[in-house]
Each structure stands twice: as C-alpha cells, then as structure tokens.
C-alpha cells in the first residue's frame, strides 16, 4: 500500500516536472498562433469596404448586448434591498440570431445570407417590439411588472440592431455598384 502510495506520488512529480519544461514552449506556440490569426484578421478587414466595417462593428455589438442582461428586478428582503439581472425569456433567440448574422455577414455573403440577415433582423426587431409593448408576456412572467426595470443594454441592442439593419442595406448595395458594376 505505501509502495502504490510513493509510486504515485513519484510519478506525479515526473509529470510536473515535464509539464513545467513544456511551458515555454507553449507559450511559444501560443504566442505564434495569436500573432498569426491577429495579422490574418487584420489583413481581412483592410480588403473590407468601409460600410462592410461599420456593418461589421455593428453585428459585433448585436452580438454583444444580447448576452448582457436587459432588466433588473428590485426585492427587500429584511429591509435591504437586492437588484437581480434578468435577461428575457426569448434571449437564447436573440443570442443566436445575433451570432449567426454576424458568423454568416462577418466573413461570408451571397444572396441568401442577404435574405437571412433582413428576415433574421425583422424578426428580431419585432420580437423586441412587441416584448417592449408587453413585457410580461414576451420577456418576464414570474416577477410584478412595476418593480422591473429596464437597463440600458437593451436599448444599445435595439439601437444596434437598427444600426445594424441600415449599415447592412448600405453594404449590401456599396457591393453591388462596386462588384457588379464594375467593367
């Protein structure tokens, strides 16, 4: 038993030992990987057009505020008060929706992301819309409506996706005058 014990414990420290030799190598590596895909991305976004960067910026910050929370719940317990974040009930929608446009519009398009990404977008501005008309009903159900509050990352998605939206009909159209124009 003690044997299988001090066994252990030497083979234990081998590995610790190999693995401290095999940081600077890692770290090397890593270095090299962060170097090489900064410069590729780089390089990506000057080939972009300008209204394809503020676009690009713009699905970013989609992206972005629909992971923040958007409200806060105020409850007293023992006369202190807490404020807890919510996010609504519909956020995995826009989380996705989000994330895909800005995936699918970021470093690819074709006709039919061009489809994707205004469908994607109306839905989206509907939805918030409507959840803004009725929040109980699309954003929250277990709290009292008055004791909610609304943060202002919600309004930065909702000027985002608006933003988005515009700058999207912009780059959309800067590529066809300049690609499909062009002798």
Do not use: C
Not at 38 to 53: E, G, I, Q, V
Not at 108 to 113: G, L
Not at 118 to 125: G, I, N, P, Q, Y
């Amino acid at each position: 038993m003690i044997s299988k014990f001090i066994s252990l414990v030497t083979a234990l420290i081998l590995f610790l030992k190999e693995t401290i030799k095999l940081f600077p190598e890692l770290i090397k590596v890593w270095w090299f990987l962060g170097k090489k895909i900064s410069l590729s991305l780089y390089n990506y976004w000057k080939t972009k057009l300008f209204y394809d960067k503020i676009f690009f910026i713009f699905l970013f910050l989609q992206l972005l505020f629909s992971v923040l929370p958007w409200f806060r719940y105020e409850i007293t317990f023992f006369e202190s008060k807490e404020f807890i974040s919510l996010s609504p009930k519909l956020n995995s929608i826009f989380i996705l929706i989000s994330l895909l446009n800005f995936f699918f519009l970021g470093f690819w398009k074709s006709t039919w992301t061009r489809i994707w990404f205004f469908a994607t977008e109306m839905v989206s501005l509907i939805i918030v819309l409507w959840g803004y008309l009725e929040p109980k009903r699309t954003y929250y159900d277990f709290v009292n409506a008055n004791e909610v509050y609304t943060q202002i990352p919600f309004y930065l998605f909702l000027a985002s996706l608006s933003f988005a939206f515009i700058f999207g009909y912009l780059s959309f159209k800067k590529e066809d005058e300049v690609y499909l124009h062009s002798p």
